[in-house]
């Protein structure tokens, strides 16, 4: 009995110290070296009142004056993430593909971006590719009444390769592009 009573404190006791503990030092590094992030890299309105989003989670914009993320398997919901688990063959990812391809008012002259009929394996991706972006540009001066030529520099500007020289294709942050059309 006195056995399962030391082993009982002494799991106790590792639980009270390794979880709040562990936890608490890796905030308390993540605090110290990427504030920013370690705090979910909250992105503020203009007059920094407001959090409007997170450089790192896609959000659902479907006017014409904004750039429209990939689409969603969980509806953008954070605490969901998560793939669909749906084969390419399923109906159901083949209506949203078709439904996506006529929103875009994609042709075979103009083939919509992968990026932009397929959702990512979270489902929150937060950039699309600088093709998706430009691709949609056309779209979003003719809402905004600007010039094509002013959104797509808009683009170019916001768009980076995220693995340097090594990347494949340059990518752009949906809600900082829509942050930066509204500026």
Not at 92 to 112: C, I, M
Not at 166 to 173: P, T
């Amino acid at each position: 009995m006195s056995m399962i009573l030391t082993s009982l404190r002494l799991a106790v006791i590792t639980v009270l110290v390794c979880v709040p503990g562990y936890t608490a030092l890796i905030l308390g590094f993540a605090q110290l070296a990427t504030p920013h992030t370690a705090n979910g890299s909250l992105l503020t309105s203009a007059d920094g009142e407001a959090v409007v989003g997170s450089h790192l989670l896609a959000q659902a914009f479907t006017q014409p004056r904004y750039f429209w993320p990939r689409p969603s398997a969980v509806g953008y919901h954070a605490a969901g993430a998560g793939g669909s688990n749906k084969s390419p063959t399923s109906t159901d990812v083949t209506d949203r593909a078709q439904q996506l391809v006529a929103a875009y008012g994609a042709t075979s002259d103009q083939p919509l971006p992968a990026d932009l009929a397929a959702a990512s394996g979270s489902g929150l991706d937060p950039h699309v590719t600088e093709r998706a972006a430009l691709y949609q540009a056309a779209r979003v001066a003719a809402a905004r009444g600007r010039p094509r030529a002013e959104i797509e520099r808009i683009v170019r500007g916001l768009a980076f390769a995220p693995g340097g020289f090594f990347a494949g294709e340059r990518i752009v942050n949906v809600l900082e592009l829509n942050r930066a059309l509204e500026r």
